[in-house]
């Protein structure tokens, strides 16, 4: 369903997705989910309707996860949509709730985790994985890998991998 130009209507599936996803999101994953994989605000109007739920304290930065700021619906928020939730049509407000429960955990672990590599001056490769929390990250691990492509296969499995890895990271070191 794609919802243009009803301001209310697109504060109130705002807060509905910030509910739903009952953790801090970032404007990058908001935009994502709202405008990007489904049609449920234009994206030209979402931007200016988190600024104005800024304004309002319905949504407020609790700070950063490392690479961009996190933000997490208000107690004024929740009864602003207790309020008036029931204006989000019920089949938006289904294929909002259906679409959250199968990708809540890949927002969180997109947002949580962070990944990044570079070649050093002998030819191998440093490798710098990030878990992130709001306040400070949880976990830094950086190595030394041979090439380039142990490098981007260690890259593009981080965000899968990164809680195994700090568990046994952690029932190692703690135990």
């Not at 509905?16 to 709202?34: Q, Y």
């Not at 429960?101 to 440093?126: F, P």
Request: some cysteine.
């Amino acid at each position: 369903m794609h919802v243009k130009g009803d301001s209310s209507l697109n504060k109130l599936i705002l807060l509905f997705v910030f509910d739903k996803m009952e953790a801090p999101l970032s404007e990058n994953s908001i935009l994502d989910m709202c405008c990007s994989s489904n049609n449920w605000i234009a994206y030209m109007d979402c931007v200016p309707v988190m600024n104005q739920l800024k304004d309002l304290n319905w949504i407020c930065d609790i700070g950063s996860n490392g690479k961009d700021s996190l933000y997490t619906i208000t107690s004024d928020g929740r009864v602003c949509l207790a309020n008036f939730f029931v204006k989000i049509p019920a089949s938006l407000r289904e294929e909002i709730a259906v679409f959250i429960k199968q990708n809540k955990l890949k927002y969180r672990r997109k947002q949580e985790c962070s990944a990044d590599y570079y070649m050093n001056k002998d030819g191998t490769y440093t490798v710098y994985l990030k878990i992130l929390e709001p306040s400070q990250p949880l976990m830094e691990l950086k190595f030394v890998v041979p090439n380039r492509q142990t490098a981007k296969d260690i890259y593009k499995k981080w965000e899968e991998k990164a809680g195994s890895v700090y568990t046994a990271l952690y029932d190692n070191l703690v135990d």
